[in-house]
């Protein structure tokens, strides 16, 4: 089924962020997606970031750094936003693995030049609130906070598109194979 | 122009290209753990869908946590179980027979020189070594593997990596890597595959090919390939000895793998390990190396030898040396998993295993355990482990521990004298 895309923001200021960090090996004996649910970003170590918080509770989409996912090919990592309706990850850069797990769960791996994140990061400095909608056709993400809008364009592989169009690699790949 | 392993590979199994640069290849070997696979298995009967495209192809162990350490891991256990029963999948490798996924399958034949691989598990780039296309994927692309037999990819860029001069002794496949991710950084690989040349691999035997390619993921890699030669067909020739008359008829059939001399590289890197020194991580990243001496003298609580990346019968025997007619120090704990039933009958038969229990440590079965901190050695808060895994994250071997990267043979120096160290000061 295809998802929906943008909201309320978390901003995670540090590369590198690993699938460790997102969700630990520990949860990793639960069978179902739903179960991860709590344990979202809980190792994260980020001066400030309180996975508990009421910031990330809300947060639709997750803006950060390079090299984001790295490490482990768990799915769990995506999934655990998945089930916290965090559609949507904008980063400089992505881990291979990660990446493709987003688009083949339907979801958004958004890629930005590093000059385009620090505007998005600048938007958070004040009220912290910063709102960003996604418009998938027009390959398009307005970003609102502190009293200021941001717009760019984003650039998404034809292949990637046509997964979250069609709600995933599996949708996709049974209509094809 | 000529062509990479990797592209060659690529050219030989595309299904479809649906759009430019996207590339679907049929694949060979579907490789299936109890941690990444259940949900796959769910899904597929979720959508009616719980059917396998070719179970000779697919291949499965129980590794992670085995036995089951609680109610939850024997669900796990009992699902790929009970699917892998059900759709007849004849490599099914449970308690007793089970080995770390990295180490049975090659050990086993089931990778072969221009093969594609994929895993839900990150260090799949592994199997590279036998000049074959391995990659990690996540739960998704495993289950469209399992049920169709293709996997999609971004055709990947290649890196060349010249290994040149000798290694010196005490050095090991282990530190070779470090230092090349230490180069390359965590990310200096992404979307890339790590291509390794020159005569230090060529020197390497295929255990040592796999700790080489099994940390290319480390650097971001898709995989790590070594060339195919006379080592992978020496290594394989049990498996392969009615398919070829001989073993110059193997060699030749691998051959067409090899990279082409005038093949195009996204980078080409040379580095000369005649006067590399054994190295240790530092921080939380893998890229973060230093040489052990400058390590030396870093506290310890724990040592764990084994793993993926070094639980095979030469990391074992590497450390074994050390350890002969040595204690472990008071203040460690030592743990060695050897990474198969065959490589533990091995380590009995030689010897090895005595050593390993008169010098203290503890001698586990094969399983993934404590490198990831699922069981059978997790750490304690604000506590150190010297290990031969592949990642020192925070938290990884349990929240708040510590990990320092490093070669069985210094594993095994540090376990005896309590804080890192340079095993060649023996």
Known sequence: ??????????????????????????????????????????????????????????????????????????????WVFEVNEIHTVIAESYARIFRQNMFNCGMLAIELPKEQIDKLFALEQGSGDVDIAINLAEQEIVARGNGIEESCRFEISPFDKALVEAGGWVEYADARY | MGHTTAEKIFAAHLRDEPFQGTKVLDIDRVLCHEITTPVAIADLEWRGKDRVFDASKIKAVIDHVTPAKDSKTALQAKILRDWARRHEIKDFFDVG??????????????????????????????????????????????????LKGVCAFREPKTIRVNLNGKLPGGVYAKDVILFVIGQLGVNGAT?????????????????????????????????GICQPDMVTVEYLWPFIEEE???????????????????????????????ALEPQVTYGFKPDCVKSAKEMAGTKVDQVYIGTCTNGRIED??????????????????????????????????????????DAGFCVTNPTCGACLGMSNGVLAEGEVCAATSNRNFSGRMGKGGMVHLMSPSTA???????????????
């Not at chain 2, 040349?197 to 040592?208: L, T």
């Not at chain 2, 070829?244 to 390990?273: C, R």
């Not at chain 2, 040396?321 to 091995?346: H, Y």
Request: hydrophobic share 40%.
């Open chain 1, 1 to 78: 089924m295809k998802k929906t895309f943008g909201g309320p923001s978390i901003f995670l200021d540090r590369g590198d962020i690993n699938t460790d960090e997102i969700i630990p090996a520990k949860y990793l004996t639960e069978v179902t997606k739903e179960a991860l649910k709590p344990y979202c970003l809980e190792d994260l170590s980020l001066d400030g970031f309180d996975p508990k918080g009421e910031k990330l509770a809300n947060a639709r989409v997750i803006v950060t750094r390079d090299n984001f996912g790295c490490g482990s090919s768990r799915e769990h990592a995506p």
């Open chain 2, 316 to 357: 074992l025997r590497q450390a074994a040396a050390v350890l002969k007619g040595r204690m472990v120090a008071d203040s460690v704990r030592g743990i060695v998993s050897p990474a198969t039933p065959k490589i533990f009958q091995e380590a009995l038969a030689e010897g090895l295993i005595q050593i390993f229990m």
């Open chain 2, 244 to 274: 070829y008359a001989s073993k110059a008829e193997a060699l030749a059939d691998f051959q067409n793998w090899v990279a082409d001399t005038d093949a195009g590289y996204d980078k080409v890197l040379d580095f000369d390990v005649s």
């Open chain 2, 97 to 146: 027979r089970n080995g770390v996924c990295h180490a049975i399958f090659p050990e086993k034949g089931y990778i072969r020189p221009g093969f594609t691989a994929i895993m839900g598990d990150s260090h799949t780039c592994t199997h590279g070594a036998f000049g074959a296309f391995a990659a990690g994927v996540g739960t998704t692309d495993l289950e469209v593997g399992i």
């Open chain 2, 191 to 223: 979307d890339r595959v790590i291509e390794f040349h020159g005569p230090v691999v060529e020197a390497m035997s295929m255990d040592a090919r796999m700790t080489l390619c099994n940390m290319a993921i480390e650097a971001g890699g898709t995989c």
């Open chain 2, 412 to 426: 095994a120096a540090t376990a005896i004298t309590g804080v890192i160290t340079d095993a060649r000061s023996f």
